[in-house]
């Protein structure tokens, strides 16, 4: 079975800082790429970075500079440093588990919100 259990969200300030947590299953995170998403009420859901079992990562160009994404494969977990934020990364952030390239291979956390007030 696999779990996706994310944490850190919350309600800050713009300018300020949050860490997100997923702890995942170790059947899954030892063979997957990991990644962070986020929806907006009224938009789709968009990957924001993700890192593979590499650790070579990958940026959305709206967060360049400004998050960066880590993975403690003895934890099984990944992390999603988030700073400078800004109250349009306002959103639901969800963990994602990506062993391969069918549809099928993705697994994803409930969800976590954050919300960045002006």
């Known amino acids: 079975q696999v779990q996706l259990v994310e944490s850190g969200g919350g309600l800050v300030q713009a300018g300020g800082s949050l860490r997100l947590s997923c702890a995942a299953s170790?059947?899954?995170?030892?063979?997957?790429?990991m990644g962070w998403y986020r929806q907006a009420p009224g938009k789709q859901r968009e990957l924001v970075a993700q890192?593979?079992?590499?650790?070579?990562?990958n940026y959305a160009d709206f967060v360049k500079g400004r998050f960066t994404i880590s993975r403690d494969n003895a934890k099984n977990t990944v992390y999603l440093q988030m700073k400078s934020l800004k109250p349009e990364d306002t959103a639901v952030y969800y963990c994602?588990?990506?062993?391969?390239?069918?549809?099928?291979?993705?697994?994803w956390g409930q969800g976590t919100q954050v919300t960045v007030s002006s």
């Open positions: 170790a059947n899954i995170f030892s063979i997957s790429a």
């Open positions: 890192i593979t079992t590499t650790g070579r990562t």
């Open positions: 994602n588990a990506n062993k391969g390239p069918f549809y099928s291979d993705n697994y």
